[in-house]
């Protein structure tokens, strides 16, 4: 098996369910669990990428696109079990707007300053990345009606903090906006696996070791309950790690939680993009951005109704709204070009950066 810079984290593993058991500190708890995740998710997506490539393009893409943000997925089930909807929500809005402007950024950042770049740009297709930009705005104008709504009523959005519950309206409200972005989320799914599958070629750029499909759904099981397994005591040390660090859960929920999550991802676009394969770099991040509004946001918001502390407000804070609508309005603009540059990716870094440091200080 290829080993990859993530693999190298494994350690963190078993240092984790260590300090776990023996109480340790807890923002040293919080920090192995998070370095934990990484190979764990990284390993998934490799596990992920064998199956597809011995699958077709239908089914490889299907599988490509269900598990791909499966350990944000695990990660934000278990936070919200565990009742830190501020959690849930942040990493959501900040699982989006890395995905956009920090992979994306990084990306043509790297892939313009690669030897094998011409003149600094890069070319991708308009068309795959419209259409991912196409959903990811569809869904961001959604998830601001509520929080218009809100405002409209005299509710107001909550403040970074202060946790709302849903009146009879907004539940009802959340469960047509919920059917609706699943419903485009699938109808996205039949137009780049059955429609338009030559556009969207879910074999260009991924890897194989040769495993068989066996091995791949075993890895792929393995992988999936450890990262469920740190997971879990991410979760379970985020409220201490906060108080004892002088963060707020925003913050952690979604910076930190968001980029440990997406860790796996961002590496394999930066790679991609560095061996001139901007289409695929593309697709990872904006896609999964989008898939992330259409499909993670519904089926977190529906299952707060069953194993949450109550039904989740979809009514998100101020700084969750500007990082939604910013990402938006980015992706549309940089897949409207076709064309990348690395100065382009240097700017959307430091705006990454820039909005990572508000959200500090929040």
Request: hydrophobic share 55%.
């Given at each position: ?9 494994f ?27 990484i190979?764990?998710a990284?390993?998934?997506?490799q ?10 393009p ?7 696109v ?14 919200l ?20 402007l920090?992979?994306?950024g990084?990306?043509?950042l ?6 094998h ?60 906006i919920c ?12 137009f ?12 260009e ?10 091995k ?38 979604a910076v ?5 999550g ?33 499909f ?10 069953v ?18 609508s ?5 992706s ?16 959307m ?11 500090a200080?929040?």
């Amino acid at each position: 098996m290829k080993v990859k810079p993530g693999h190298l984290l494994f350690v963190s593993i078993p240092l984790a369910v260590i300090a776990h058991q023996l109480q340790w500190n807890q923002t040293a708890v919080f920090l192995l669990a998070a370095l934990g995740t990484i190979p764990a998710a990284s390993l998934m997506g490799q596990a992920t990428e064998e199956l597809a490539a011995r699958s077709g393009p239908g089914i490889g893409g299907l599988l490509n696109v269900t598990f791909g943000n499966a350990p944000e997925l695990i990660i934000a089930l278990f936070a919200l079990q565990a009742g830190l909807l501020e959690v849930v929500k942040a990493s959501l809005a900040g699982s989006i707007i890395s995905n956009v402007l920090l992979v994306l950024g990084a990306s043509m950042l790297a892939g313009g300053l690669s030897k094998h770049s011409r003149n600094g740009s890069q070319q991708f297709s308009r068309i795959t990345a419209s259409s991912q930009s196409g959903m990811l705005m569809l869904a961001t104008v959604a998830l601001l009606m509520p929080a218009i709504h809100s405002m409209v009523t005299g509710t107001g959005i909550p403040k970074v903090g202060q946790v709302q519950s849903p009146s009879s309206d907004m539940q009802t409200l959340t469960l047509i906006i919920c059917g609706v972005l699943l419903l485009v989320y699938l109808a996205g799914l039949f137009f780049a696996l059955v429609t338009h599958s030559k556009l969207f070629n879910p074999e260009e750029g991924l890897s194989s070791d040769g495993w068989t499909a066996g091995k791949a759904a075993l890895v792929l099981a393995l992988a999936g309950g450890l990262v469920a397994l740190m997971s879990e005591i991410l979760v379970g040390s985020i409220e201490k790690t906060a108080h004892q660090a002088g963060l707020s859960q925003f913050f952690i929920g979604a910076v930190v939680v968001a980029l440990v999550g997406n860790a796996a991802e961002h590496w394999v676009a930066v790679a991609a993009a560095r061996k001139q394969q901007m289409d695929l770099a593309v697709n990872i991040a904006i896609g999964s951005a989008a898939q992330i509004a259409l499909f993670v946001v519904p089926v977190l918001f529906l299952a707060s109704w069953v194993i949450g502390p109550g039904p989740m407000n979809l009514v998100f804070n101020g700084y969750e709204l500007a990082a939604l609508s910013l990402a938006a309005i980015v992706s549309a603009g940089v897949s409207a070009k076709g064309e990348s540059t690395w100065f382009e990716g240097l700017q959307m870094v430091a705006v990454y950066l820039v909005v990572a440091a508000c959200f500090a200080i929040a």
